[in-house]
């Protein structure tokens, strides 16, 4: 189970900070991932991480304002988001990738198995 935790309403240049965590899981991690979607549009990928190596992505809207880090003994990903724009607004989920085999990226949304529920981020003044 995975539990998306940390949206909210903040003003434009403002500051937030995403927490997902897997509970109770049976499965092994090997990437983790935070996307966004807004209605009628498809679900995009924000910034992704790897589990053992750290290695990242980030979508070009996001570079230099978010950063996703890792907590390996808590099983806990986070996306810290700075500088918050209007366009940032959407609802979050997180999503788990499980196998260890070949996957498509870490951009894209079939590399992923499980996915939270979603967490509203609203930004506007």
């Known amino acids: 189970q995975l539990q998306a935790s940390g949206g909210g309403l903040v003003q434009p240049g403002g500051s937030l900070r995403l927490s997902c965590a897997a509970s109770?899981?049976?499965?092994?991690?090997?990437?983790m991932g935070w996307f966004r979607q807004v209605p009628g549009k498809e679900r995009e990928i924000i910034a992704a991480?790897?589990?053992?190596?750290?290695?990242?992505y980030y979508a070009d809207s996001v570079k230099g304002r978010f950063a996703i880090s890792r907590d390996n003994n808590k099983d806990t990903v986070y996306l810290q988001m700075n500088s918050l724009k209007s366009e940032d607004t959407a609802i979050y989920y997180c999503?788990?990738?499980?196998?260890?085999?070949?996957?498509?990226?870490?951009?894209?949304?079939?590399?992923?198995?499980?996915w939270g529920q979603g967490t509203q981020v609203t930004v506007s003044s």
């Open positions: 999503a788990v990738g499980v196998s260890s085999g070949y996957y498509s990226g870490l951009w894209s949304v079939s590399s992923y198995n499980y």
């Open positions: 109770g899981r049976s499965f092994s991690i090997y990437r």
């Open positions: 991480v790897t589990w053992s190596g750290g290695i990242t």
